[in-house]
């Protein structure tokens, strides 16, 4: 009977010295992976080696407190007069109403639509651009410019304007302007 319960505390040691040196294999695996994590180079069909990219993560854009002209201008716009939209003789009249959001909508008038009276919308005017006030205004209350570099940034009025980053920026330069902004207190709102 001793002899069995002698020979089951050496196998459990054997196992429990297996797990050890199992584990200290593990840690210098890893280790060795920490070190060349930044070259790692997998193979293409083509037999080139090809470096995998490290990756950037976006700048976060800190849109600080408006200020004045932009709050004014945002309720401004906000209270300026809505004007009916051209929803087309599209269905009976009576069911035909604003507050039902199916004909809440523009609808392009096709032949027998083109007689736009007032009765059935809105008949449009010459032109459909904005008031001179409101013209190039963002709801936010800024007006709206497209940056695609440092240069234009320079240019930035922060208390007028907000930027809108352009989209064919990579995320490198995207992180470099959005931090140079950031700095100088411009709203981004992209």
């Given amino acids: 009977m001793a002899e069995k319960t002698a020979a089951k505390k050496e196998t459990l040691k054997g196992q429990a010295n297996k797990e050890e040196a199992t584990t200290a294999k593990a840690e210098v695996k890893t280790e060795a992976k920490k070190e060349t994590a930044p070259e790692t180079k997998t193979e293409t069909h083509t037999g080139q080696a090809k470096v995998a990219k490290k990756f950037i993560q976006y700048t976060k854009k ?76 963002h709801p936010s209350g800024y007006k709206e410019v497209l940056v695609c570099n440092m240069n234009d940034l320079a240019k930035i009025d922060p208390k007028v304007e907000a930027i809108r980053i352009s989209a064919t920026m990579g995320k490198r330069k995207r992180n470099i302007l959005v931090a140079k902004a950031n700095e100088k207190g411009v709203w981004i709102l992209n």
Avoid at 111 to 122: M, R, Y
Wanted: no cysteine; charged share 40%.
């Fill in 62 to 137: 800190e849109n600080k407190k408006k200020s004045k002209e932009a709050v004014a201008l945002q309720k401004s716009v906000l209270n300026k007069k809505h004007t009916p939209v051209f929803r087309g003789r599209f269905g009976k009249k009576n069911i035909r109403r604003k507050s039902i959001a199916k004909w809440d909508k523009w609808r392009k008038p096709h032949g027998i639509d083109l007689d736009k009276g007032l009765q059935h919308g809105f008949r449009p005017k010459i032109g459909y651009r904005r008031h001179v006030e409101f013209r190039f205004i």
